[in-house]
């Protein structure tokens, strides 16, 4: 957990700094932070949140930000560079959101530890129904 935290730090988001870490085998295969997709500029960079400005309730209108979700991040690292992320587990700093929920069922991770919850009760009954495992970290 101390890893996404370090990762998080990397993340170019205002509100919420999110670190995930995609683990198999007990080695790191990718990660991922909150942040501005290539060639977009991020929030910090623009000195201003979108989400923000537009008074948008955490845990609504993902799709209202400018930033792509750590976790989503982790997954598009994997895929970019051809590893496979099959049974493996993934390491978040925040509980996942349902899009998140969906991306990392689809991709085939088992299991999903997060240290910090979210506002998003949906993606844990998705993540129930389709059997992956999610837990909250306890230090």
């Not at 290539?38 to 979108?50: A, K, M, P």
């Not at 689809?106 to 299991?111: F, L, M, P, T, V």
């Given at each position: 957990?101390?890893l996404?935290?370090?990762?998080?730090?990397?993340?170019?988001?205002?509100?919420?700094?999110?670190?995930?870490?995609?683990?198999?085998?007990?080695?790191?295969?990718?990660?991922?932070?909150?942040?501005?997709?290539?060639?977009?500029?991020?929030?910090?960079?623009?000195?201003?949140?979108?989400?923000?400005?537009?008074?948008?309730?955490?845990?609504?209108?993902?799709?209202?930000?400018?930033?792509?979700?750590?976790?989503q991040?982790?997954?598009?690292?994997?895929?970019?560079?051809?590893?496979?992320?099959?049974?493996?587990?993934?390491?978040?700093?925040?509980?996942?959101c349902?899009?998140?929920?969906?991306?990392?069922?689809?991709?085939?991770?088992?299991?999903?530890?997060?240290?910090?919850?979210?506002?998003?009760?949906?993606?844990l009954?998705?993540f129930?129904?389709?059997?992956?495992?999610?837990?909250?970290?306890?230090?």
């Amino acid at each position: 957990m101390k890893l996404t935290e370090e990762v998080g730090t990397w993340a170019s988001c205002f509100r919420r700094k999110v670190g995930a870490v995609i683990v198999r085998d007990n080695r790191v295969m990718a990660t991922g932070y909150n942040g501005a997709p290539q060639g977009i500029r991020s929030c910090i960079e623009r000195g201003e949140c979108l989400r923000e400005q537009m008074n948008i309730e955490s845990g609504t209108h993902a799709e209202l930000c400018f930033a792509a979700h750590a976790e989503q991040n982790a997954l598009i690292q994997a895929a970019r560079y051809g590893i496979s992320i099959d049974g493996s587990t993934l390491y978040c700093t925040h509980q996942p959101c349902v899009i998140c929920a969906k991306m990392i069922i689809n991709a085939g991770i088992k299991r999903v530890v997060y240290k910090e919850g979210y506002p998003d009760e949906f993606s844990l009954r998705l993540f129930a129904e389709a059997g992956t495992d999610i837990e909250k970290f306890e230090e």
